[in-house]
């Protein structure tokens, strides 16, 4: 929280569940926030929004694509379609390198330009977390607040090298992945477990002279789509072209997001999947949780470093060493005489 | 332990120490079990041993391969090859599966009778335990183990599939990988990541009609290594061919081993690699024995079935659901009342 002072819980929740965009924007940077006050604010601000989120019926929507591939387009493309027929849409990322390299995706609004001053957008650019694990679990609380504060659509944009598409995955309803006409999902950097992951595949940049080429990857894709494992939906993932250039693809993709939408609400998959997904949430949020309790430990990591260089060198069984780290810190688990002074 | 009654720590080290074949296989039993005192016994004996086993300059090995590509074969013959050279030789296995399956590989002693027959070797079959991490680390602990018993060479059977691939990796110093003769390593159902981790590939049964498509194997193979990443440690990972029926290849493969202990001793990388994975077992140990802690937690366990339900109907939210559970363990991390009806 750099601007301006902290909001009480009610007023955070009050501007938030009205849809305030300022109180929003305020919200979310609270939540990324590694200050312990600013946390325990935020998770008393979730639990007051969580269930009006959860009955908001927000449309998850993760977008992928090795760069280049024409995403930030596709999305201010997208996200303006969207606005125009009467839906909320938020814009967020999750980029895992966003610590090194200060805002990859998503840190110039700028290139959004129509969509950022659509008052039915809200476009947050991706947090500076330390671990991907943490980015990941500020991305899922802020999908909360997006949702309590009702929007109908969230887009999350990923940069499509791994980690951030698993995490992604985890949180959304539905997953797209952009592709080049042409080259192959593993010229582009694509690796195929990225491509199976996918309920939607689209060929972007499908315009004047890439038009045959473009054709060409959806065959390509239609047949891969066809080996690969059948979806635990029951749907088949369909693959559609499109190009910023020439406007065209963004109805057909519309449409298939709706019939996706229809056959996993209708099978209960949609459902199920949420279930698992908050599942998934509480279990990593322990995890988290737990490994920041035992690793910040004044003891833990004085101990550690007495007793690595000993394993390193073999003067010690790093399995007796782990015993003698973890008697520590269950004699006494809450000393946090090192972090107090940080408050 | 259900043979025999327990013996004393000094007793099991005294025995292991002096190379004592039975009590080293009453002393992995002990290892291998889940009960709490015998776990503590077997800290103190690791502990008691550990310098010892890492003098003993033992030379581990990891042999992987899909079925039917002869592993066992192979290993009954390189190992007494090995004996034949005035070697102690041990071998174990990892196997995830063996929980479900009950002792899928090494589990028929019998089938190595050459070799189990020998004084100079000994068999051990895979551990079953419920998870692969566990196995991993009591397979890790075994290791130290045989290494005070003063074996010069540990073979360490997998079963080829991925996870037990990757735990043998962080606990060898030499990877090898049998594969079929004509078969590409996509049909013989090998990971690319595992070929990629290989130190030594043999085309096994390189023998009769096999040959020529176990020569197209090693050309195939070749080119593949030259295009993988460069090794760590300088090594350039060699194809060499086998086979048990015409007894060809064991020496070719012998002498690859050496020079590639030889190559990364010089360049340091063998050192680094043992430290980095002493490294490894520690925060493996103490993720273990910390999630072992709070999951078998008895408040933990009732919390995590009374929110559960609710965080799965959206009532509330997984984040703060984690916040309680976490601050329930922190009140009181030894709370062990249901655990101690057990012991």
Redesign the interface.
């Known amino acids: 929280m750099t601007r301006g002072k902290l909001l009480s819980v009610d007023e955070y929740a009050k501007g938030v569940l009205e849809g305030d965009r300022i109180t929003l924007a305020r919200a979310i940077t609270l939540i990324e926030s590694v200050n312990p006050t600013h946390n325990l604010l935020a998770?008393q601000l979730?639990?007051r929004v969580?269930?009006e989120a959860?009955t908001r019926n927000t449309y998850r929507i993760a977008i992928t694509g090795a760069p280049g591939v024409g995403k930030s387009t596709f999305i201010e493309s997208f996200g303006y379609w969207l606005t125009q027929q009467n839906k909320k849409v938020a814009v967020l990322a999750i980029d895992p390198s966003s610590a090194l390299s200060k805002g990859s995706i998503l840190g110039d609004k700028t290139r959004m330009e129509k969509l950022s001053t659509s008052n039915a957008a809200f476009i947050r650019p991706s947090p500076a977390g330390e671990t991907l694990g943490g980015v990941a679990?500020k991305t899922r609380?802020t999908i909360?607040l997006i949702e309590a504060a009702g929007f109908d659509f969230i887009l999350i944009e990923t940069v499509g090298v791994g980690q951030s598409e698993i995490a992604a995955r985890r949180m959304c309803d539905l997953f797209m992945l952009l592709l080049l006409p042409g080259a192959g999902d593993d010229l582009q950097g694509i690796k195929r477990g990225i491509v199976e992951m996918a309920d939607l595949l689209v060929v972007n940049k499908a315009d004047g002279d890439r038009k045959k080429l473009a054709a060409q990857a959806v065959n390509h894709y239609q047949s891969a789509v066809h080996l690969l494992s059948a979806h635990p939906g029951g749907w088949t993932p369909e693959v559609i072209t499109a190009s910023a250039l020439e406007n065209t693809g963004i109805e057909k993709i519309w449409n298939a997001i709706l019939r996706y939408q229809h056959q996993t609400k209708t099978s209960g998959f949609w459902v199920k999947q949420?279930?698992k997904q908050?599942?998934h949430?509480?279990y990593n949020?322990?995890?988290e949780?737990?490994?920041t309790?035992?690793f910040e430990h004044p003891e833990v990591k004085t101990l550690l470093k007495q007793?690595?260089p000993q394993?390193?060198r073999?003067?010690?069984?790093?399995?007796?060493?782990?015993?003698n780290?973890?008697d520590a810190?269950?004699a006494n688990?809450?000393d946090n005489t090192s972090k107090t002074t940080t408050i």
Do not use: C, M, V, Y
């Not at 073999?314 to 015993?323: I, L, N, R, T, Y």
């Open positions: 998770e979730l639990d969580i269930k959860e679990r609380e909360a949420r279930q908050a599942h949430w509480l949020t322990i995890q949780g737990l490994n309790l035992f007793l690595e394993i390193i073999g003067e010690k069984s790093p399995f007796a060493a782990a015993k780290i973890l810190f269950t688990p809450l």
